[in-house]
């Protein structure tokens, strides 16, 4: 006997009959004789709707009274999951976060999880009856129901599986599994069978949009194994798991790469100290996240060229932060760019090889692709290059890597 936590997101649970066919789904790994804590998300688009509403009363509402109402999309699909496990045969009831209990904090709208009590679901697990948890809620230290943030579920449903010390946590959703690469861009992209949970963040965190940071993060942290899989095919998915359990680790697992980036160019900015200080400070005190950085050493000492990229949706924000301390950095123009994405090579097996870099920059010179900024972790190389160079990039790199499909 197992016990399995099984996560499905929105569009899952997305219709009546998509909710009576996860219920099957329940259902076949019940009747396996396993314990199982099923956590469910909103039904596809019900949160944007209530969002929107929320902020249709008011744009500066009250954010408790904004998770009240975000919170009721995965108690809808929460009981009609636990009677749909009920039509089949399959004794099933709902929690609701307070019920659970789900503890956080009182950030009301991306509030984190503090601790996870599930005493009581395990009592009822001896007893033969499926648990249907809400996703994305919880409740504050004042008694207050609160949201976890967008894409939350992911992180309940790990929270939760780490609490009740369950043996899997069943991530299943709309594709099939992790990917070498975006397979609408490289046909010749393939499933992975295994992914480290850092590589898995690294992924996450540079575009790959199948899983939430925080709940990879988690897993992390709580060595909880994962696994992302099909709802729609009965196919075997990827398992994120610690790095020991991959016996043969390629250099390069996967090629991420995120749009949603923009170029700033500080032109003629003093070579002095307090400077960095000067730029980064006001952005980060106007809540403007900085990604790469590149500043040139400057030929006479005197003056030089910074380059960053901050994310689109800050960027307006970010050029007038700039354009405001103007006058105090003095810099002696600015340049911007949109039309730029960031590729990003990722593998563990990068700690103990050499020349991976190299290998990326030769296949970028040999399609005459510029590369614009350059940032390294540990496990990651990404570069900066033109918009229009994304489709080549990654299929150039996919097929010098060695990862594509036969
Ligand atoms: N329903 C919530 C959202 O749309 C939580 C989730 O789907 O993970 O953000
Ligand atoms: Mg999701």
């Known amino acids: 006997m197992a016990r399995i936590v099984q996560k499905f997101g929105g569009t899952s649970v997305g219709d009546l009959d998509r909710i009576r066919h996860v219920a099957t789904i329940v259902k076949a790994e019940y009747d396996r004789g396993n314990e199982v804590a099923v956590v469910l998300s909103a039904m596809s688009g019900v949160t944007n709707d209530l969002v929107g509403k929320v902020n249709e009363i008011s744009r500066l509402h009250d954010t408790r009274e904004y998770d009240v109402v975000v919170a009721s999309g995965e108690q809808v699909?929460?009981?009609?999951?636990?009677?749909?496990?009920?039509?089949?045969?399959v004794p099933a009831r709902s929690w609701l976060g307070w019920q659970?209990?789900?503890?956080?904090?009182?950030?009301?709208?991306?509030a984190r999880i503090t601790g996870v009590e599930a005493g009581k679901m395990v009592g009822q697990f001896a007893d033969g009856v499926v648990a249907v948890v809400a996703g994305f809620q919880g409740i504050s230290p004042q008694g207050r129901i609160t949201s976890l943030g967008r894409g939350g579920s992911d992180t309940s449903a790990v929270a939760l599986a780490a609490a009740l010390d369950a043996d899997r946590c069943d991530i299943y959703t709309?594709?099939?599994g992790v990917y070498t690469t975006d397979p609408r861009i490289v046909a010749k992209a393939q499933k992975l069978e295994k992914i480290t949970y850092e590589e898995m963040l690294e992924m996450a965190s540079q575009g790959a949009k199948v899983?939430?940071?925080r709940a990879v993060e988690l897993a992390m942290n709580r060595g909880v194994r994962m696994q992302v899989r099909s709802t729609f095919e009965d196919l075997p998915g990827t398992l994120v798991v610690d790095e020991d359990e991959i016996v043969e680790q390629q250099v390069v697992s996967g090629i991420a790469y995120s749009r949603d980036e923009a170029k700033i160019t500080l032109v003629s900015v003093?070579?002095?100290?307090?400077?960095?200080?000067?730029?980064?400070g006001p952005l980060s005190d106007a809540s403007v996240n900085v990604d790469m950085i590149v500043q040139n050493v400057s030929a006479d000492g005197k003056r030089t060229d910074?380059?960053?990229?901050?994310?689109?949706?800050d960027f307006d924000r970010a050029v007038k932060v700039l354009e405001d301390v103007r006058e105090t950095i003095n810099f002696e123009s600015l340049s911007t760019d949109p039309d730029v994405v960031k590729i990003s090579v990722i593998g563990v097996g990068m700690r103990s090889h050499a020349g991976v870099a190299t290998q990326m920059f030769q296949s970028f010179a040999e399609k005459g692709i510029n590369i614009q900024v350059i940032s390294t972790s540990?496990?990651?190389?990404?570069?900066?290059?033109?918009?229009?160079?994304?489709e080549l990039a990654l299929r150039s790199l996919h097929t010098a890597y060695g990862l594509d499909a036969d």
């Open 378 to 390: 540990e496990i990651k190389i990404s570069v900066l290059i033109a918009e229009e160079y994304t």
């Open 211 to 213: 899983l939430q940071t």
């Open 306 to 313: 910074m380059t960053f990229t901050v994310g689109k949706s």
């Open 174 to 176: 709309d594709v099939d």
């Open 270 to 280: 003093a070579d002095r100290p307090g400077v960095a200080a000067g730029i980064f």
């Open 100 to 110: 659970v209990v789900v503890q956080t904090d009182d950030v009301h709208g991306k």
């Open 77 to 89: 699909t929460c009981g009609l999951m636990a009677i749909a496990l009920q039509n089949i045969g």
